[in-house]
């Protein structure tokens, strides 16, 4: 089925028809700019136990090479596989401080984005384009040193004539992606905010950066890890045997 990773939404179920929607609901920019300078780790581990495994892509997605990190709303396009005539309008809809959030399903056939449109994105402000699927010119793109993310590289040529959907929620590299979802990319990682838990997210992450901080104080003045992080105890809470020497056939 085209819409094969959409059907989760009733609305899309056996539709056939390409949906373009033109605007995203724009969160406020003052939870982007909260959320600017916070590693996508600390903000992955505030999350809740549900948004933990739901909420942080899979580790396929990748920066094509080391690059700044960004956050800002999601425009989304799902594309035919082997085709990005969708990831085009996407990109013709999108304004300054989006993020396109592309997909495929993970197909690697017809890469989704290349430099010509990295240079149009560039120009419209798009802080980065994340991809379920395959991106090429990966070595133009480095030169010019916009950010891209993606799950497979491919020198594949694509179509531009295949139906899909533009900013309707989509799934990316394991992710739902909602249109004015925040995302956040580092080198580690990309992962997605409800802008409704931005503020708690932020104010967690900010202190557990402060204790790590003040751990690393206490190790470079003679602490270990081992202790800054109660080991002991929790090997003693699982019942651990500590025993002196070393393992022996015997043992």
Sequence with gaps: MLLQHLEF?????????????????????????????????DLHDEMNAID????????????LFPCNPF?????????????????HTALFYAQRGDVLIITNGGFVDGALCGSNAVMQAMKIGV???????????????KELGFGVWSTSITASKPGKEAPGMVNTPIYCAGVRVNPGDIVVGDQDSVIVIDPGDVERLVAAAKARIHRD?????????GSTLFQEIGCGERLQSIGAVIKEGHWKVTD
Excluded at 52 to 63: C, D, F
Excluded at 127 to 141: E, F, H, K, T, Y
Excluded at 213 to 221: D, L, P
């Design 9 to 41: 939404d009733p609305k899309f179920k056996n539709m056939q028809q390409t949906i373009i929607y033109k605007t995203i609901p724009r969160p406020n920019p003052a939870l982007i700019e909260m959320l600017k300078g916070i590693p996508v780790a």
């Design 52 to 63: 933990r495994r739901t909420r942080l892509m899979s580790p396929k997605m990748r920066a």
């Design 71 to 87: 956050v800002g709303p999601a425009v989304t396009a799902y594309n035919t596989p082997g085709d990005n005539l969708m990831m």
């Design 127 to 141: 802080a980065a384009m994340v991809i379920d699927g395959p991106a090429r010119d990966s070595a133009q793109i």
């Design 213 to 221: 901080e003040m751990m690393h104080v206490a190790i470079s003045k």
